[in-house]
């Protein structure tokens, strides 16, 4: 029997769920509390392995507090497909960027930031010490 591997689809909607989850401040227990299920699940879910159903979904929205489709905003499309609507598919490396503890902290520390100039010299400085691509 051969294993399954996450679908694209499923891996960007769990790392969207783990994203709002840390904005709120929230771990996989009390996620997982609220949904009645264990910590492990969430992390399945969050991992894309476990595919989550749409009353779960509705669920999970609503304990996250955001609407449902905010965990398909700028989901990879399959081929063949078009995308409906003005969004603008979000990179991958961005969306688990911004879903991991130190992305998300940067990105929060940044925003608090006024002057813009101050931004771009951080800018700058980030990029002077990363590597040479651009």
Do not use: C
Request: glycine share 10%; aromatic share 8%.
């Amino acid at each position: 029997m051969a294993s399954k591997t996450p679908d694209q689809v499923d891996k960007y909607v769990g790392a969207r769920i783990r994203m709002r989850r840390r904005m709120l401040g929230m771990s996989q227990e009390n996620l997982g509390d609220a949904l009645g299920l264990t910590y492990q699940q969430v992390q399945k879910y969050e991992k894309g392995t476990n595919r989550v159903g749409a009353g779960r979904l509705q669920h999970i929205a609503s304990i996250l507090q955001v609407p449902p489709t905010f965990f398909f905003e700028g989901a990879p499309i399959a081929r063949g497909e078009k995308r409906v609507g003005a969004g603008a598919p979000v990179p991958a490396y961005l969306s688990e960027f911004v879903s991991s503890a130190d992305g998300l902290a940067l990105v929060k520390a940044f925003i608090r930031i006024t002057k813009p100039r101050l931004r771009r010299h951080i800018v700058d400085f980030v990029k002077q010490i990363g590597p040479d691509k651009d």
